[in-house]
């Protein structure tokens, strides 16, 4: 077993920390009286500190309307459809499960849908790049958790922000949304409807400029024709004649 501490040894611990301090300062003072010195006069020569390095980010979409977020953000980093970290919501499979989950303090997230969230209203109106969005005014709910949303009917796509942190901040979030004539986010599958009819997402993608390759497997679950997985991932920006491969049950 380890033999006690005794104040001897703390006191001697002490003192090498004094001593450490000591020589430090001694130091200081040194590089201090060099600068004085090498300069020529008595004006104390500092460096610039240099400015912080910009965050990192990456872009989410739906056909042409994308939405910017920290590159830190994680996807469908939830449970039963809570945001358990800051997080995009694209295609979440955890939102099939139900359960009363309170969402952690200080968590942002922004999920990307097809048609308008539940809870949504009309407040106000406005262009984004020329082109007509609809606005739900953000506001919070008795968990503090706040949300708004907007949404560009011609498009099929709204973003819906939440925030644990504050209302200024699903604001923030909302703000980074931008219409890209010359990029395409690849399209949910879910947006067909619960079949998620392969023909139909086909066409979807390819009237947005994309090309689709098609592969096919067997299921005793899902019948013939249903998508069951597309790649790159829906809300990932490609460029116009790229290809988006999707999986079908033959």
Request: charged share 20%.
């Amino acid at each position: 077993m380890e033999p006690p501490r005794t104040g001897t040894t703390r006191g001697r611990g002490r003192g090498v920390l004094a001593s450490v301090a000591a020589a430090t300062t001694v130091v200081a003072v040194i590089g201090v009286t060099n600068l004085l010195s090498s300069s020529g006069s008595g004006t104390l020569i500092t460096t610039p500190e240099p400015p912080p390095e910009p965050e990192a980010v990456r872009m989410v979409g739906y056909g042409h309307a994308a939405i910017t977020v920290p590159k830190a953000w994680g996807t469908n980093a939830s449970r039963c459809g809570t945001p358990r970290r800051d997080t995009v919501l694209i295609d979440d499979p955890s939102a099939a499960s139900y359960c009363d989950l309170p969402r952690p303090p200080d968590v942002d997230s922004v999920e990307l849908v097809t048609a308008p969230p539940s809870g949504f209203r009309v407040d106000e109106t406005l262009t984004v790049d020329g082109v007509y969005a609809e606005r739900r005014k953000t506001g919070c709910a008795s968990d503090d958790v706040c949300w708004g949303a907007l949404g560009f009917p011609s498009l099929h796509v709204w973003f819906r922000a939440s925030s644990s942190t504050s209302a200024e901040e699903v604001d923030q979030i909302l703000s980074r949304i931008q219409i890209l004539p010359d990029q395409v986010g690849v399209p949910s599958a879910w947006s067909l409807d619960e079949s998620r009819d392969g023909a139909a997402y086909v066409k979807s993608v390819q009237e947005l400029g994309l090309k689709t390759e098609i592969l096919t497997r067997t299921s005793t679950v899902y019948k013939p024709g249903r998508v069951v997985s597309v790649s790159p991932r829906p809300g990932t920006l490609l460029n116009p004649g790229e290809t988006v491969t999707l999986t079908v049950i033959k």
